[in-house]
C-alpha cells in the first residue's frame, strides 16, 4: 500500500545556551544544514516537533511562522506536540506523509528555545508534561517524578547510587566526542555522587539540562532517495508510537514503561527484527534512571539489569549496543522538542559511518527511543543502511 | 496507492463559559458522542486539534493525557497545533493514518478551555498566534490585524460598515438553530452598528467570542464505513492545506488570503469539483470582515463582492450558498483548537439531513475552511454523501 521511506539529509545547529539568537535562528540554521547535506532545492512539506514555545517564549503557530522565516512558504506546515516526544512524533508525521505519496520531500525540524525565560519559568513549562491537576498542582515537578522511579528501582532490583552515576559518565564521555554537545566535559563517578541534590537520590549531575537547539531531517521516498542522494540513504523501517497514564500514580510499576515496552514491540513487529539484532540505540536519558528504564522496556538487558549492564560497560562505545553515543541528553542537551530528531540525526549519522571518534563499527541497524512526560507517550523509530 | 476515508461519526460539547468543568471533561463528552454516533468499540488513534493549552490551562502534553483520560491508552495520541486552525489539521492527520492504512478506526479532536484565565492573559495566548517578535512586541493584537483588513477592503472595493454587519446578523440568525451555540441570540445590523468599539471599523458584534468547547469525529476507511455505519457515511474527498506569511505587513495586499487561495485550489483539484458545485460551507468568520475575505478567496464570489452577496442573502439559509450554518465562529463560539473539527461536524451533520431547522435542502457536497492567525495557515477539507 505504500511506499519506503528514507533519510537524506540531516542538520543540527550548536545546542547548549544560545542568548544572542531566537527560536527561529537556530531552527533556520538546522533546516538549512539538512537541505545542504540531502542537496535538495524544494520542500513539499514541514513537519515541526516543538513541546511548549507558547510558554518559553509567547510563540505558538510555530510550524507557520517556521516555514515563512526559512523562506518556504506556501508549503503545508504542521506543529506537533508530545511533551519531550515532540520530535519523535514529528518524525512520525513526515513518515507518514511520505509513505502515503501526498509529499515528495518533507523536512522534518525539531526545535526549542528554554533560556529565554529563568529557572521558575522554565521548571513551569516543563511541568505541563506531566498531570496539571493530579499531579502539578500539589507541588510535583520532574525531578521528583523520576526520583520516585529511581527509588523503587533500587528497591526492587538492588540497583545501586554507583551504577545511576555510570549512566551520566558514559554519556558525558560519548558527548565530549560531539562538536555540538552542550556539556562536552567528561566527568566521574565521584563527581556525580558530591554533585548538588535535587530530588532524593537524583542529583544535578543525574539530570539533563536546559537547552536551546534545533534538529533537522530530509525525508523522501527510498526510489528517489537512491536516485538523488550523495550519501547512502538510511531507510526507516520500524515505527513504534504509545501512550501510557500521564499520572505517575495511576500506574501498576513505577519502574515499568509501559508506552515505551508496547511502541518498541511495534516497531519490532514493523521492522521484523529482535532487540539483539541492533547496533546502536539513542534513548530517552532524561534523568540517569530514565535510561536504566528504557533500555529495559526495549529489551536490550533483562528487567532489572539495566543498572549491571551499564556499569559493566555494555551500553559504552565498544560496548555490545552502544546507547547514546551522540552523549544523550545528559551532555548533548535537552531542547525538548528537537530532542527525537536529534536522536534520529545521530543514528543517520552513524548509519553513514560519518561519526568521527564515536563511531560505532559496522553500525547496519539503529534505534531511536523519544519519550514524554515521565513516560505516558513514546515513540520508536527502528533505521537501517538502505541496500 | 491510498484508501477512501469517511466520517462515520460527530460530537460536541455544549460551548460557552463552561466554569464548572475542565479541558478534560469537555473533551471526554464530545468524544463518547461521537463515539455513540458511530457505534464503534475501539479506537486505534487518537489526533486531537489545539491552539494552547499550555497558556491556557497550564497543560501539554494533551493528546497522551486526553487518551488516558478518554479510557483508551495506550494507543498512539497526537496532538497538532497550527493556532486557529489546529482541529482542521487534526482533520487532515486523521485522514492521512487512515488513508495510509496504519490505523483502521481514528478518533479526531478538537478542544479549548479559554475561560479559566482572564481577558488579558486570554488576549496574550491568541496574540500567540501573530508573529511574536514582530508584531506582537509592538503592541498588536487581532481584532488590530483584522481592522486594518477591513479598512482597506472598504477602500478599495466600497464594502461598507453595514455589510460587515450583515455577516454577523446572517451567522446570529443561522445559530439561533443551533443548540449547542454559545450566543444563539438574533441581532440587528443597528445592534452591530452600536455595539462596542473594538478596533477601527470593527465592534464587539464584529468579533467571534472566547469559548470553552470541543468537538469530535470517527473516521475509518470507507469499505469499513459501508459496513458498519448506521447512518450515511460522509467521503473525505478534497484536502488543502497552506501557508502565507504570519505577519500582515509581509503581504503583497492585505486583503487577499493567500493560503486560503492556495488550499481551495488544491482541495478543488483533489475533490475534482468547482466552487460553483459546492451546496454550502463553514469558514473562519473569527471577524465579520473575515468571511467578507474568506468566499472571496474561496471563489464562492468574485474578488471584491463579498460584502455585497452577504447583503443580498446569497450566503444565508435559503440563499445560493449557505454559509456557516451552525453559526460560525461569530454565534457558536470560537474555542480555537476545536473549531475546525466543529466545522466537519456541521457539513456531516447537514450532508445526513440531521440539520433540523437549518438543513440545506439537497446538500451533498460541503467545505471547511479553518484558518490560523491572520491567514498564516489554512486547512480546507471538501465532503460529500458516500454513494
Known amino acids: 500500500m505504500s511506499r519506503d521511506v528514507a533519510i537524506i539529509g540531516i542538520g543540527m545547529s550548536k545546542w547548549g545556551e ?25 520542500i513539499d512539506s514541514l513537519y515541526i516537533g516543538n513541546m511548549t514555545a507558547g510558554l518559553f517564549t509567547g510563540q505558538e503557530h510555530l510550524a507557520a511562522l517556521l516555514a515563512d522565516y526559512l523562506g518556504v512558504a506556501p508549503i503545508p506546515a504542521t506543529r506537533v506536540e ?20 501526498m509529499s515528495e520531500v518533507v523536512l522534518v525540524g525539531g ?137 505517575l500514580h495511576s500506574r501498576d510499576d513505577l519502574t515499568t514503561l509501559k508506552a515505551t515496552e508496547r511502541a518498541a514491540q511495534q516497531a519490532y513487529r514493523m521492522a521484523g527484527i529482535k532487540p539483539s539484532d541492533l547496533d546502536l540505540a539513542e534513548v530517552h536519558d532524561c534523568f540517569t534512571i530514565a535510561e536504566i528504564c528504557v533500555i529495559e522496556a526495549l529489551g536490550l538487558v533483562e528487567k532489572g539489569q539495566g543498572g549491571p549492564a551499564t ?3 555494555m551500553t559504552t562505545l565498544g560496548g555490545k549496543i552502544p546507547v547514546n553515543t551522540s552523549g544523550g541528553l545528559k ?15 545521530e543514528i543517520v549519522t552513524q548509519l553513514r559511518g560519518e561519526a ?24 520508536i523509530h527502528i533505521m537501517e543502511v538502505a541496500s
Chains 1, 2 share one sequence.
Open 18 to 42: 544560545l542568548w544572542d539568537r531566537s527560536l527561529r535562528d537556530i531552527f533556520v540554521e538546522a533546516a538549512l544544514a539538512a537541505i545542504d547535506d540531502a542537496g535538495v532545492d524544494k
Open 82 to 101: 508530545s511533551a519531550c516526544a515532540s520530535g519523535g512524533l514529528a518524525v512520525k508525521m513526515g513518515y507518514l506523509e511520505v509513505a502515503l505519496g
Open 111 to 247: 526545535v526549542e528555545k528554554m533560556t529565554d525565560v529563568g529557572t521558575d519559568q522554565a521548571t513551569y513549562a516543563l511541568a505541563t508534561a506531566a498531570d496539571q491537576d493530579y499531579e502539578v498542582y500539589h507541588g510535583i515537578t520532574f525531578p521528583g517524578l523520576y526520583a520516585m522511579m529511581a527509588r523503587l528501582h533500587m528497591e526492587k532490583y538492588g540497583t545501586t547510587r554507583e551504577q545511576l552515576a555510570q549512566v551520566a559518565v558514559k554519556n558525558h564521555y560519548h558527548g565530549s566526542m560531539n562538536p555540538v554537545a552542550q556539556y562536552p566535559q567528561r566527568i566521574t563517578v565521584e563527581q556525580v555522587l558530591n554533585s548538588v541534590m535535587i530530588a532524593d537520590p537524583l542529583r544535578i549531575l543525574d539530570c539533563s539540562p536546559i537547552t536551546d537547539g534545533a534538529a533537522a531531517l530530509i525525508l523522501c521516498p527510498l526510489e528517489l532517495a537512491k536516485k538523488i542522494s550523495r550519501k547512502p540513504p538510511v531507510k526507516i523501517i520500524g515505527i513504534g508510537h504509545a501512550t501510557d497514564s500521564i499520572a
Open 311 to 313: 556499569a559493566a560497560g
Open 331 to 345: 551532555s548533548k542537551g535537552h531542547p525538548v522538542g528537537a530532542t527525537g530528531v536529534a536522536q534520529v540525526v
Open 356 to 379: 568521527g571518534p564515536r563511531q560505532v563499527a559496522n553500525a547496519r541497524l539503529g534505534l531511536t527511543q523519544n519519550m514524554g512526560g515521565s513516560g505516558g507517550s513514546t515513540l
